[in-house]
């Protein structure tokens, strides 16, 4: 193997120590973005169980009351507590809030998946890293892409390839220069957080409150307020349960 002139080197690691500069003000930034979306979820989630959530319980429990007073007058069959049809459909409003929806494809793995996966897996195969910190990072990448792959989820699959790509998998077996190693390694650990908070991102899209915050910008640039439509709506919808438990 041909060694890289003495006089070179001094050049790859002012290169490389530039290159660290710039990824670290990026990895800054991409930092400080997703803790700012973390918590502006939080707080629309944390409202939405304060203002709209107690509704959706007196609203359940309107509805239990009337259930249970039209099967005693016989005007409904009684549902057997093992049967998935007599969920109390008032659980919706809570379900839509969860955190972690589930709305994965879980069919069979399409042609491009598979082939996606088997280049992605090959290429970050733990085997393949010269070192534990490499070995490492390509074993949190690669139970990511089983996740993915799992999941049957492309995009993010793709993503994962993606940002592979350009990341450097440091050989520093083959680096003589500790300095220059140390740099190398640096780089490596910000492009591996730059893949983990890329994927925060796109578990954070895919998310219901997500959604919901993403309805209620859209409604505020058209000029209105969805949130509080929504809590006229529930509100609406206890007042004719009361109506209907008192009628019965």
Known sequence: MTSVPPSLQPVAQDADRA????????????????????????????????????????LAELDAKIAEREIAAGLRPAVDDDDP?????????????????????RGAPTDD??????QLAKSIHPDLALNDPARWRRHS?????????????????????????????????????AAQERVRRRLADADARMIAIDLEFADLRRSAIWRLKTKIDDARAQGWDL??????????????????????
């Open 19 to 58: 290159r660290l500069a710039a990824v670290g003000l990026e990895l800054a930034v991409r930092e400080r973005d997703l803790l700012a979306i973390k918590e502006e979820l939080h707080a629309l989630q944390r409202r939405y169980l304060q203002e709209v959530g107690p509704h959706y319980a007196q």
């Open 141 to 177: 990448l690669m139970a990511e892409a089983n996740r993915a792959y799992a999941e049957r989820d492309e995009d993010r699959l793709r993503l994962i390839m993606n940002t592979w790509e350009r990341m450097p998998d440091a050989a520093l077996d083959d680096d003589p220069d």
């Open 85 to 105: 049809a007599g969920d109390d459909e008032a659980d919706a409003g809570a379900r839509e809030l969860e955190m972690t929806s589930s709305c994965s494809n």
């Open 227 to 248: 949130f509080a439509e929504m809590i006229l709506a529930v509100k609406r919808e206890v007042q004719r349960a009361s109506w209907r438990l008192a009628s019965l």
């Open 113 to 118: 998946l598979k082939k996606m996966f088997r």
